[in-house]
T-cell receptor, first 126, second 112 residues
Framework: GAGVSQSPSNKVTEKGKDVELRCDPISGHTALYWYRQSLGQGLEFLIYFQGNSAPDKSGLPSDRFSAERTGGSVSTLTIQRTQQEDSAVYLC????????????????????????FGPGTRLTVL | DQQVKQNSPSLSVQEGRISILNCDYTNSMFDYFLWYKKYPAEGPTFLISISSIKDKNEDGRFTVFLNKSAKHLSLHIVPSQPGDSAVYFCAAGSSNTGKLIFGQGTTLQVKP
């Protein structure tokens, strides 16, 4: 089946411009995550959507960053007034529903919340 | 505050030998751990995982060991193959949340 797809694969923009990055998760995956990987760095968590719950935005580095997930499927990460330090590879991942301590979701526990990643969008801010 | 750390940025081993990649964590709330492998220009792919109720999980050439008291896990690849050359990320999560915290990655080079 189709995996996680992201578009565009590469984006070059000028400092101060806004950019939108798109993620199409695997069908049936209600959990969606955004990460970024700056040059020489690890994966930095940005935001996490789970079903209809309020997203976990704890990783967004500034208020210039925002994300939406429409219809529980496609997600868009928007960066306003881009800065050079925003240059990175932005990775999207999706997974099956995740169980919480309240038991609100079912989960394939054998997968340990395995996240499937897209190929990423390389953003370069000039 | 780096909750998951991979202190070795790179590792080079000879084909056929064992590769050992290490990872340390600080948050005692983490109760499952995963290893991902990443090739250039591709997204990370899942390799192997372990729950905190276990201390070892094996899948073919890959074995993950967990030492909870030391808050340390390691990935063993034996025998190593040139195709294993990639960046390896460890990740940790808590069953109370869905997000994973990743380490900085270790670049493994397996020489023929």
């Amino acid at each position: 089946g189709a995996g996680v797809s992201q578009s565009p694969s590469n984006k070059v923009t000028e400092k101060g411009k806004d950019v939108e990055l798109r993620c199409d998760p695997i069908s049936g995956h209600t959990a969606l995550y955004w990460y970024r990987q700056s040059l020489g760095q690890g994966l930095e968590f940005l935001i996490y959507f789970q079903g209809n719950s309020a997203p976990d935005k704890s990783g967004l580095p500034s208020d210039r960053f925002s994300a939406e997930r429409t219809g529980g499927s496609v997600s868009t990460l928007t960066i306003q007034r881009t800065q050079q330090e925003d240059s990175a590879v932005y990775l999207c991942a999706s997974s099956l529903p995740h169980i919480t301590s309240g038991g609100n979701y079912t989960n394939s526990m054998s997968s340990y919340n395995e996240q499937f990643f897209g190929p990423g969008t390389r953003l370069t801010v000039l | 505050d780096q909750q998951v750390k991979q202190n070795s940025p790179s590792l080079s081993v000879q084909e056929g030998r064992i590769s050992i990649l290490n990872c340390d964590y600080t948050n005692s709330m983490f109760d499952y751990f995963l290893w991902y492998k990443k090739y250039p220009a591709e997204g990370p792919t899942f390799l192997i995982s372990i729950s905190s109720i276990k201390d070892k999980n094996e899948d073919g050439r890959f074995t993950v060991f967990l030492n909870k008291s030391a808050k340390h896990l390691s990935l063993h690849i034996v025998p190593s193959q040139p195709g294993d050359s990639a960046v390896y990320f460890c990740a940790a999560g808590s069953s109370n949340t869905g997000k994973l915290i990743f380490g900085q990655g270790t670049t493994l080079q397996v020489k023929p």
